[in-house]
Structure formats: C-alpha cells, structure tokens
C-alpha cells in the first residue's frame, strides 16, 4: 500500500535535536575495519532496500516533493550522510526485501521488519521501535468502562473476537484460555471492530497503530493497556527495524551507534505520522 500523508512534517525542534545529536554521532569506521562500508564508499552510494510500510516508511506518490519519507528514511539518509554517500532507493516487495541482502543487491532493508527468529537466522537488525497489541471494547460496556487491565478479561464472562489466521489468534488463545473466544474472517480491516460494535464481542485485540485511527473514526470506545491511548503496550511486542546481512560485525555496531543518537527525533516522526494518519 502507497500512503501519503500530505501534512506530515518533522518537527522543528525534532530536526534541530537530530542535527545537533547527529554531530556526536560516533565516526565511521576507518577503511578496511568493515568491508561493507569501504564498499559503499566506493560506489558513492547506500543502497537501501525501501516497501511502504506507515508509521515508519511512506511513499509519496504525488509526483512531487520527497519520494520516501518517515523514520526508517531519515535513519537511512543520516548514515549516507555520515558516510559521504547519496542514498538510493532500492524497491523490493515482501518476498524479496530479505533475499536482496545475501544477493548483495542492497547493503541494507529499510523497509520495517519486525525482529523474528527467523530473520535472525540470516540478518542482523538495527531496531529502533516496535509493534504490540491493544485490546478495546464498548465504553459503555461495564466490563471494560470498569476494567483496569487486560488480565480481567480472562473470563469467562467475556467475548472476545479475534480474526482467523490473523496474527493475533494464536495470542488471544493464549492470552485468555478461560474467556469465550469468537473467530471472525478476515475482513480487510485492522480489527474485527463490527463484532463489538455489534454486541457480539466484548473486546478485540489490534496493533497499536492503527489503533488511534480507528479511535478516531468510531466514537465510543475504549482501549487497554492504559495511558497514552495505548501506545506504550507491551502486549506481543516486537521490536521493529532494519536489516543488514549476517557477519558485519563493525558496520552493525557502527549503525546501532547511529541510531542511539537518532532515536528521540525517530521516535516523534512516528507520532507524528501516527497522528496523521
């Protein structure tokens, strides 16, 4: 999916701080400590291996302005930065934007993966955010307007609906074995939101991010964990980032260090587009 989110732009003081946390950034390494580095030196060029993916990768388009934009963008364009190199974008899809680093067609994913056992197996990440469930309700349903946490729904007085073969299944099962559970097909939305809507369901899970769109859009409900509309659960977690192939040991760490000083500006563009979308 291409998102453009016209009115998004980073923050002024969040570009001020990148820039000036950017300048203590840890130099790059010297020629001949990381193979891949004095590679990318040479070419002129960071290939990064880009599929829109919002918050954090967005395509633009229109035809016009910046073709990519977000968090992963900006974390890519410090290190061509700081490497002296221009960045190009590398376009892949879902099957391939793994394979392009062991066939040396990108030196690096931006495209948001999340952090699997599997991926470790043959990739190294640089994380800097993560994904994790929220579960939301009526707010006029007395069981979650009067809930405190996600555990009082492991009951049996409770309905919860989930999507079958969706990523959440497998948790909600897990996450509330004494709790009525109701499967719904997937229907090509963020979350089975008509069940509760409906009265079918009391609650439902869904990532957090389009959560707040959702909030947005349906008045009425109410969702748990807690305190800053959700965004700080923990619930499936998984951390989310870029990808470099296995065995680069200084130019991994090297990145890693990249992004530590880039983290608070990343971490508001996110919001941001979060909060645009």
């Given at each position: 999916m291409h998102l453009r989110l016209p009115g998004f732009r980073p923050s002024v003081a969040g570009l001020l701080f990148g820039l000036s946390a950017a300048a203590f950034?840890?130099?790059?390494?010297?020629?001949?400590?990381?193979?891949?580095?004095?590679?990318?030196?040479?070419?002129?060029?960071?290939?990064?291996?880009?599929?829109?993916?919002?918050?954090?990768?967005?395509q633009n388009t229109s035809g016009s302005g910046d073709a990519w934009s977000g968090p992963a963008w900006s974390l890519a364009n410090e290190v061509a930065k700081q490497l002296g190199v221009k960045l190009q974008a590398v376009?892949?899809?879902?099957?391939?934007?793994?394979?392009?680093?062991a066939s040396n067609q990108a030196d690096m994913t931006i495209s948001p993966l999340s952090v699997t056992p599997e991926r470790l197996n043959v990739v190294d990440f640089v994380t800097y955010s993560r994904t994790a469930l929220c579960?939301?309700?009526?707010?006029?349903?007395?069981?979650?307007?009067?809930?405190?946490?996600?555990?009082?729904?492991?009951?049996?007085d409770i309905t919860v609906a989930y999507f079958t073969g969706g990523g959440e299944e497998n948790w909600v099962k897990k996450r509330f074995p004494k709790a009525k559970l109701r499967a719904v097909s997937?229907?090509?939305?963020?979350?089975?939101?008509?069940?509760?809507?409906?009265?079918?369901?009391?609650?439902?899970?869904?990532?957090?991010?389009?959560?707040?769109?959702?909030?947005?859009?349906?008045?009425?409900?109410?969702?748990?964990?807690?305190?800053?509309?959700?965004?700080?659960?923990?619930?499936?977690?998984?951390?989310?980032?870029?990808?470099?192939d296995k065995n680069q040991p200084a130019f991994l760490n090297w990145l890693r260090e990249v992004e530590k000083t880039l983290a608070p500006r990343l971490a508001s563009e996110e919001k941001q587009v979060i909060d645009s979308m």
């Amino acid at each position: 999916m291409h998102l453009r989110l016209p009115g998004f732009r980073p923050s002024v003081a969040g570009l001020l701080f990148g820039l000036s946390a950017a300048a203590f950034a840890q130099t790059p390494p010297a020629a001949g400590v990381s193979p891949r580095i004095d590679a990318i030196k040479k070419a002129g060029v960071l290939r990064a291996a880009v599929l829109s993916n919002p918050p954090w990768l967005l395509q633009n388009t229109s035809g016009s302005g910046d073709a990519w934009s977000g968090p992963a963008w900006s974390l890519a364009n410090e290190v061509a930065k700081q490497l002296g190199v221009k960045l190009q974008a590398v376009p892949v899809s879902h099957e391939t934007k793994v394979p392009v680093l062991a066939s040396n067609q990108a030196d690096m994913t931006i495209s948001p993966l999340s952090v699997t056992p599997e991926r470790l197996n043959v990739v190294d990440f640089v994380t800097y955010s993560r994904t994790a469930l929220c579960v939301f309700g009526r707010a006029d349903n007395p069981k979650v307007a009067n809930a405190k946490s996600i555990d009082e729904f492991n009951s049996p007085d409770i309905t919860v609906a989930y999507f079958t073969g969706g990523g959440e299944e497998n948790w909600v099962k897990k996450r509330f074995p004494k709790a009525k559970l109701r499967a719904v097909s997937i229907a090509g939305t963020a979350a089975p939101v008509e069940e509760i809507i409906a009265k079918r369901a009391d609650v439902t899970p869904i990532n957090r991010v389009p959560w707040q769109a959702l909030n947005r859009k349906v008045k009425g409900l109410k969702a748990l964990p807690d305190g800053n509309n959700c965004q700080d659960s923990v619930e499936m977690a998984a951390d989310i980032g870029l990808a470099i192939d296995k065995n680069q040991p200084a130019f991994l760490n090297w990145l890693r260090e990249v992004e530590k000083t880039l983290a608070p500006r990343l971490a508001s563009e996110e919001k941001q587009v979060i909060d645009s979308m």
